[in-house]
Nanobody
Framework: QVQLVESGGGLVLPGGSLRLSCAAS????????MGWFRQAPGKEREFVAA????????YYSDSVKGRFTISRDNAKNTVYLQMNTLKPEDTAVYYC????????????????????WGQGTQVTVSS
């Protein structure tokens, strides 16, 4: 079992930056591929970014490519999402998710491909 806790959300002006964190705990919590998803009010959950358990590969949705960066520190069991040049359309609840790498698809962009989820953190981009 793996527990995930997101933090770092908040209110930011358009063009601003935020860094989200996802702290993992539980059995071998660093040995998972990780993903970030988001869900805006009235919209379906959307894939944002993913990273392999080693950190050597990353993948982004077209909507955030070049603005967001996913990274991880396995010594701290934490995954990060650095979000720059934020836009109002980035407003959503952001969730991190984890899946064991063996037998899973890479890159996994579907939510049903992930086994564990955090509770989410709200990001609001508004002037």
């Amino acid at each position: 079992q793996v527990q995930l806790v997101e933090s770092g959300g908040g209110l930011v002006l358009p063009g601003g930056s935020l860094r989200l964190s996802c702290a993992a705990s539980g059995r071998t919590s660093s040995n998972y591929n990780m993903g970030w998803f988001r869900q805006a009010p009235g919209k379906e959950r959307e894939f944002v970014a993913a990273i392999t358990w080693t950190g050597d590969s990353t993948y982004y949705s077209d909507s955030v490519k070049g603005r967001f960066t996913i990274s991880r520190d396995n010594a701290k069991n934490t995954v990060y999402l650095q979000m720059n040049t934020l836009k109002p359309e980035d407003t959503a609840v952001y969730y991190c998710a984890a899946v064991p790498p063996y037998g899973s698809k890479w890159p996994e962009v579907q939510g049903y491909g992930y086994r564990y989820w955090g509770q989410g953190t709200q990001v609001t981009v508004s002037s």
